[in-house]
């Protein structure tokens, strides 16, 4: 589909290789861009409403998005095409959920978008509805994100104002945790249950919101779908790498000058990103890249890779949802690895006996690996029970989990011999470097 | 076919690696841990028979 680029001056109209793109003109600040300032921005966006509906891609967008390569930002960067197809083609009773609940901890870039870029994501959110033909547009947010309700909140209030969208999009604040944005949770709690994920199939795009075909996509895709609706296909392909084209958010933490979100191209080396942070504030040790479910990288051969899905999926990692954390050597990867999982053993919705039991298990074997004293048998064990819930629970809460450790063992081996010889963890009595919610 | 565990119904009672330990056996803290694959025709008996003791009908047989 080529559309016609937007007036001169606009992101539009530069070809698509500039960065940054969903975050190109925010004023200073960090205020949201109110509506008028958008569509000055961007140019109005694209409606399909009133010229035909009906079953299948009448506008072209599916098709549009399916061409653009563009892949989910929420984790796990499945093809946002599939999805659209697949909820297109399950009849007109679909429902859109904007999945803006961002339950991992090291991750920003979510909100920071919905908070400064509302009207990009609500864009996305009702340019998607008219793609696969639905009637109904949930924008779910965290409830203790305030800030970002409250933006958004705003910028409803403005569309509605000036009868902006053909379908109205409604609000929901929705509980926090870190499995509860899950696409089947997610689902399951917008139908009055509670927020844990549930057996699949059915997935959402078969049977979700009110047992219609729903189509739930994080927000950042939206945003980016916002784009190659109004500048298309070719344009979006301009950024990123040829299997995994565009530019994405990440969230860029620990020892760096400018701890934030920033935007990248996919295929960006973790130098270049870590350098769009600022640059790192002190010798590193490792990186986490993914999140939670992530997995750890030795710094020194690290700053080369590139951040891409297929090239972190060869060292046995994921892009996930964009967090790169820079690990300074005075901190211990034992220790934040310890701490994280226990974190997320406790964030298990309960329901799998593998999750419950095995993740509780890798906590205490890795908490034990983070203390004092030789510990051969708990190592050994660790490696078994990773090995053991891997692919045995409804989501993959288990399977995220022994990743994480599974690097973690592999990357801090000379970590876990310190604190088997030396009795003690060094950074004992620092401030942790990874977030984890209390 | 495919022996396949609704790990959310499953709570571990263990019948199944009982009656098929062939293709069934027991992570550490006793849920089952499926071999993947199809079922071998000659094995289907024992697997209809582990399906059919399941209590919580947790376990099944797909195509």
Same mark, same amino acid.
């Given at each position: 589909?080529?559309? !016609? ?15 940054? @793109? ?161 696409? !089947? ?190 510990? @051969? ?46 009795? @003690? ?14 | ?63």
């Amino acid at each position: 589909m080529s559309r !016609s680029p937007a007036s001169a001056g606009t992101p539009g109209a530069q070809g698509g290789a500039q960065l940054p @793109r969903l975050l190109s003109g925010l004023p200073a600040g960090g205020a949201a861009v109110g509506l008028d300032d958008h569509l000055r921005h961007w140019g109005p966006p694209p409606w399909w409403a009133g010229r035909h509906r009906g079953r299948g891609d009448p506008s072209g967008l599916v098709a549009a998005v399916e061409r653009s390569g563009l892949q989910g930002r929420g984790g796990a960067r499945f093809p946002t095409g599939r999805k659209l197809r697949a909820v297109a083609d399950a009849g007109p009773r679909s429902v859109v959920v904007a999945n803006g609940t961002e339950g991992e901890p090291a991750s920003a870039k979510d909100r920071f978008l919905m908070a400064v870029c509302p009207h990009l994501v609500l864009d996305g959110a009702v340019l998607a509805a008219e793609a696969v033909g639905a009637r109904e547009v949930v924008v779910c947010v965290d409830v203790r994100s305030r800030a970002v309700l409250a933006s958004l909140e705003v910028a409803l209030a403005e569309r509605a104002s000036t009868g902006l969208d053909p379908l109205v999009a409604s609000l929901a604040a929705a509980p926090s945790g870190y499995v509860a944005g899950e696409e !089947s949770a997610l689902v399951h709690w917008l139908n009055r249950g509670p927020a844990i994920p549930t057996a699949v199939p059915p997935r959402p795009f078969q049977r979700g919101v009110h047992g219609c075909p729903t189509l739930v996509q994080n927000v950042e895709t939206l945003a980016h779908l916002a784009l190659v609706a109004r500048f298309g296909d070719r344009w979006f392909r301009a950024l990123g790498t040829a299997e995994e084209p565009g530019s994405t958010l990440l969230t860029v933490s620990g020892a760096v000058r400018w701890p934030g979100v920033v935007e990248v191209a996919i295929g960006t080396s973790i130098e270049d990103a870590v350098a769009a942070a600022g640059g790192p504030t002190a010798e590193l040790a490792a990186f986490l890249v993914g999140g939670y479910f992530g997995t750890w990288l030795p710094a020194g051969p690290a700053w080369d890779i590139a951040l891409s899905q297929a090239s972190l999926a060869r060292l046995g990692g994921l892009l996930g949802s964009g967090v790169l954390v820079a690990l300074p050597t005075g901190a211990c990867g034992l220790a934040e690895t310890a701490r994280v999982v226990r974190y997320l053993a406790g964030q298990s919705a309960g329901q799998c006996g593998p999750c419950v039991h095995g993740l509780a298990a890798i906590a205490g074997g890795v908490a034990e690996l983070a203390g004092p004293g030789p510990h @051969r048998q708990a190592e050994a064990a660790v490696r078994r029970w990773t090995g053991q819930v891997r692919g045995r629970g409804a989501c993959h809460h288990p399977d995220g989990v022994a990743n994480l450790v599974d690097s973690a063992l592999s990357v801090f081996a000379s970590e876990i011999e310190r604190h088997a010889r030396a009795g @003690r963890c060094r950074a004992a009595g620092r401030p942790p470097v990874l977030p984890v919610p209390l | 076919m495919y022996l396949k565990v609704n790990p959310i119904a499953c709570d571990g009672s263990a019948l199944c690696a009982e009656l098929f330990p062939e293709r069934v056996r027991l992570d550490d803290w006793g849920y089952p841990i499926i071999e993947p694959g199809p079922v071998p025709a000659g094995l289907l008996p024992h697997a209809r028979r582990a399906v059919a003791a399941c209590p919580t009908l947790a376990l099944r047989l797909e195509a």
